[in-house]
């Protein structure tokens, strides 16, 4: 039975459309998925939905009732949630206060009786919270857990899920995909958008692929396959295996001796790491989040102090794309031509007597914009108004603009489509052949088995083993980074 319907919504930002005419059907008790890159108009589109974007044209239909969504809460009145990729929680309050906050409520205010009405919803659901814990102290995928039930105690009967897995471990995916199969079974329509295809494959009913604003194709997941839909979105192959030529290891880049970093609580998160970099190789990094894997980074991109142990750099330039591009990566308030200098600014040509060189700054943004494919009108455009896509690659072109010798990567495809990602990881090859060192950091075991030259594998702030990535296999990585112990080799 259809429950949401959608003829001719079309939405233009000044002269650029991101939805054009966009008719679309989702059936209830389905998971309806909706692919396409970085900017194709998915989040746009559901934004429409959310009450957040009004369309310029167009109907919306649920339940063969047109209907008008001109707010947030005339979306909730339709019983209509979106839970986005950056979750809309306050850390500082509890679980019950955050799924209550914004609700209608008459003093006094009875916590208690909330929280054991929303300890029994989550029973029921099988999304096991505490319902007193504070959200700051919970790992993500319980905080996810929390947007989930914020929405059912709402009543939604429609859920719209943006990128849910970008930031969980595959333990914590698999739970989610159980608890998206429940909601379905139980009658919860659901809008699942990802990027990770395999996914999508494995748990979703019927798939629509947005390219540029416009729908290419509609399909049952049962009769298309992962290659099909990756070209359907960015209306090329796309190669789902690199072209990595072998390397001959040069001189050590980066010598890392013994070294142990804190948390900001003053926790160790790293203890008694050493290894050795070298020009044109790749170190992966393998582990499941929250193993020491952003403290390390950032104590080898000088970001946060050594509690003890050494690090020796033969560098000139050291390049960190950083594990958020949001809050690390960008000023999103800056426009784009602003972003690419933030490391060079006071320097020449792009500073001359103290005084910005505006003509050179935006010429120079102009021909990155063009060499990395970012899609924006101008340079002068706010990368805030970007995709997530077009904003890694900002990143990218500031962070590889000067040849470093040495590239920290971290989590540099997360959240991205497969032809960014393709792009990316082809940016980043191409780099270690020109004689780049790269520490190549990220949960996706496939993408650094794929990547890699070796692979260390982390759990619990220590290096467990390093790997040689042709002979490493999938299921010992993953026993490793579960703290399984090394078997101790021959002589």
Known sequence: MTYLRLENITKRFGNFIANDNISLTINRGSIHALLGENGAGKTTLMNILCGLYQPDAGQIYLEDKAIKISSPSHAIAHNIAMIHQHFMLVPQLTVTENIILGQNWNLPLNLKQKAETISSLSKSYNLEVDPLAKVGDLPVGVQQRVEILKALYRQAQLLILDEPTAVLTPPEVQVLINILRQLAANGKTIIFISHKLEEVMNLCDTVTVLRRGQIVATAKTANTNRQELAELMVGREVLFQLDKPAQKLGEVVLEVERIQVQTDRKLLAVRDVSFQLHTGEILGIAGVDGNGQRELADALANLRPLAAGTISKETRAIAYIP?????????????IARNLIMKVFNLLPFCRHWLLQYGIINDSATSAINKFDIRAENPSVKVSQLSG???QKVVLARELSGEP????????????DVGATEY????????????????????????????????????????VDILDASTATVEQIGYLMTGGKVVAREE
């Open 323 to 335: 594990e958020d591009r949001q809050k690390m990566g960008l000023v999103l308030g800056f426009s």
């Open 389 to 391: 896509g077009n904003q």
């Open 405 to 416: 010798d040495l590239i920290i990567a971290m989590q540099p495809t997360r959240g991205l």
């Open 424 to 463: 990316v990881q082809q940016k980043l090859i191409a780099e270690r052949e020109r004689g780049a060192a790269i520490l190549y950091i990220s949960t996706e075991l496939e993408e650094v088995m794929m990547m890699s030259d070796r692979i260390a594998v982390m759990y619990e702030g220590k290096f």
